[in-house]
């Protein structure tokens, strides 16, 4: 039996829209309007554009595209995210920036990343951290599993992320200044940013849908749909993701990464990282955490509308609270995904034929 739920706009707090930059892979108006067939009631564009969004103009332009699929853009950490000066923060905070984020790149300077954090704390602002130190990734592209062998693929270890989530809780601890960390992939992670959220820091973390859908030790393939950054977790690092977003620790996010076809499809050594999801998210989510997992519904879109205002500046909170969007959705009605149909103007998605409950109305 069909039942429909409507709650709070959910808000996807970790999307990539080329643009501008690379309009093949997606435009504004294209990722907007998979926001909105995804059931998404605002979104936060990361700023790997380019050019990079580090200035006012950029976060303008992306502020001017119209859709009742609210655009929150964020900015750069550091100026054209090359990590070596910071951006003008408090420029870019009055000028409507949702938060700051070098995502795509790691701020390596321990220094320079506690200038940032006090600055930003400064401002009431979070700074989100792609946690992925790549002085330790190195030329990994993918965890240790047995497709890594078979392939002989070069190895990401886990430890490229957990130390530097301990850096930047750290930071957070000295500073004050909110944090979260963007797409936490493994158990070791999971339990730091547990941890410190006892410890009562200001720290946030997301899941995405992939990172608890699939695991490395599962894939037999050299398929670059499963290629992103950070890599896929194994098993028990899902096992640890799924139950941390059941405790309340992690909320919902997509990294929705789209890319042209001839970027995704030269296997996992040379392709790019990312995978489109936008229009997947809340099915995938609902059926593996409500369905198999046992969350209760209010708990599981609380993780889509609620937790992820924690990140976003109070202005557009403010904003948010104007439009007051919606997100309905209907269950008992598994169907199948069929990517041929995607609003996207990509195709790097690894759901095409998977079957899913909990759809967006």
């Known amino acids: 039996m069909s039942e429909r739920f409507s709650f709070p706009g959910f808000i996807d707090v970790h999307v990539h829209f080329r643009d501008p930059g690379i309009p093949e892979a997606e435009t504004t108006a ?5 926001a909105r067939r995804g059931g998404f009631g605002a979104v936060v564009t990361m700023p790997n554009t380019v050019p990079a969004c580090d200035s006012v103009e950029l ?5 001017s595209f119209y859709s009742s699929v609210l655009l929150f853009p964020s900015a750069c950490i550091t100026k054209g995210r090359a990590g070596r000066g910071l951006a003008d923060l408090e420029r ?8 700051f984020t070098d995502d795509g790149g790691y701020v390596e300077s321990d220094r320079l990343m506690e200038e940032a954090m006090t600055r930003a704390a400064r401002l009431d602002f979070c700074v989100a951290d792609h946690a992925l130190d790549h002085r330790i990734v190195g ?7 047995p497709l890594a062998k078979k392939c002989s693929l070069p190895v990401i270890p886990a430890a490229a992320e957990i130390e530097a989530v301990r850096r930047d809780i750290s930071v957070c601890r000295v500073t004050g200044c909110k944090l979260h960390i963007q797409h ?4 070791e992670g999971v339990e730091l940013v547990r941890d410190a959220q006892k410890e009562g820091l200001p720290v946030t973390a997301e899941a995405t849908p992939h990172h608890l859908l699939f695991a490395c030790d599962e894939l037999t393939a050299d398929d670059a749909n499963f290629k992103m950054a950070p890599p896929l977790g194994n098993k028990e690092d899902r096992f640890e993701l799924r139950k941390a977003v059941k405790e309340g620790v992690l909320m919902f996010a997509t990294d929705h990464a789209p890319h042209p076809a001839d970027k995704k ?3 996992f050594l040379k392709s790019a990282n990312g995978i489109t999801g936008l229009e997947i998210a809340v099915a995938s989510t609902y059926t593996v955490m409500v369905l ?3 969350m209760s519904v209010d708990a599981w879109a609380r993780a889509w509308w609620e937790m992820p205002r924690k990140v976003l500046s109070a202005a557009s909170i403010e904003r948010l609270n104007a439009a007051n969007p919606t997100t309905s959705i209907v269950t008992g009605e598994r169907r199948a995904y069929d990517l041929s149909s995607s609003l996207s103007l990509s195709r790097n998605c690894p ?4 079957s899913f409950d909990g759809w967006p109305l």
Do not use: N
């Not at 976060?59 to 502020?63: D, K, V």
């Not at 936490?184 to 158990?187: F, G, M, Q, R, Y």
């Open 184 to 187: 936490i992939s493994t158990a």
């Open 351 to 354: 759901y095409d034929k998977m």
């Open 92 to 99: 870019l905070a009055e000028a409507g920036a949702a938060l």
């Open 30 to 34: 294209s990722g907007l309007a998979a």
């Open 139 to 145: 030329p990994g592209v993918i965890r240790d599993c």
């Open 265 to 267: 499809t030269i296997g």
């Open 59 to 63: 976060l303008e332009y992306q502020r």
């Open 292 to 294: 198999e997992e046992g």
